[in-house]
C-alpha cells in the first residue's frame, strides 16, 4: 500500500501508475517498478486524477520542468497493451488458450476458461452470444485488439476469439487489459 501525498489514504499499489525521470530530461511510466530513481510519483489511475493534475500543470511542478501528461497516458496504454498481448502469446506457448467461436463455447459449457477476449471487430450476433455464456458462468470477458493483433499474438492470421484456461495467465491478462482500457478512457478525455 502507498500513501497518497495529498489525502494521506492507502490505496493498493494495483490502482497507481509509478512515472519517474529518465537523464535525458523526460518522465517515462515505470510499469514494472524496477528503475532506480530517488524521485519518483505515484499517481491514480482514475481518468479525473490524470485530468486534475494535467489541467493544474502538477507533472511540471513535481518533475521541475514541462511534462507532456497526454504523451504519458499514450505510452501508458501501448504498454499495457503489449504486455497484454505478450501475456496472451506466452499462454499460446503454454497451451492455456481456447482458439475459435466453437471451441470457446464448448469450453465455456464446461467450465474450463477464467478469461474469454473478443476482437473490437468482431461480429456482432457471435460477440453477443460469448458474452451472454460468460455472464452467465461469471468469467470475465474483454473486447481488445484487431483479429490481426490478437492472430499475431498467438501465431495465426486472424484470430476473433480467445479463452485464457489458467488462472494466473488469465489473472495477468485481466489486469494488462483492464489497465489498458481505463488509459484508453485517459486518453479520450
Not at 497451451?95 to 476458461?113: I, N, W
Not at 452467465?136 to 486472424?158: D, E, K, P, Y
Not at 488469465?170 to 483492464?178: F, P, R, V
Request: proline fraction near 4%; hydrophobic fraction near 40%; aromatic fraction near 8%.
Amino acid at each position: 500500500m502507498v500513501k497518497h501525498p495529498k489525502h494521506r489514504k492507502h490505496k493498493p499499489r494495483a490502482q497507481l501508475v509509478r512515472c519517474v525521470p529518465i537523464p535525458d530530461g523526460r518522465v517515462v511510466l515505470d510499469l514494472s517498478e524496477k528503475l532506480p530513481v530517488p524521485q519518483s510519483l505515484w499517481i491514480g489511475e482514475h481518468p479525473d486524477v490524470w485530468e486534475r493534475m494535467h489541467r493544474h500543470d502538477a507533472f511540471s511542478a513535481w518533475f521541475g520542468y514541462a511534462v507532456d501528461a497526454s504523451s504519458l497516458i499514450r505510452q501508458g496504454e501501448h504498454a499495457y497493451r503489449e504486455a497484454a498481448l505478450r501475456h496472451i502469446s506466452l499462454a499460446q506457448k503454454a497451451r492455456d488458450l481456447v482458439l475459435g467461436y466453437e471451441d470457446v463455447m464448448r469450453a465455456l459449457t464446461f467450465k474450463q476458461l477464467d478469461c474469454v477476449i473478443i476482437a473490437t471487430d468482431a461480429g456482432a450476433s457471435d460477440a453477443s452470444k460469448i458474452r451472454a455464456n460468460t455472464a452467465h458462468a461469471s468469467i470475465s470477458c474483454h473486447s481488445f485488439g484487431t483479429r490481426a493483433t490478437l492472430g499475431a499474438a498467438v501465431g495465426r492470421h486472424a484470430q476473433v476469439f480467445l479463452g485464457v484456461r489458467s488462472g494466473a495467465f488469465a489473472e495477468k491478462i485481466d489486469y494488462y487489459i483492464q489497465r489498458n482500457t481505463r488509459f484508453m478512457l485517459h486518453l479520450s478525455l
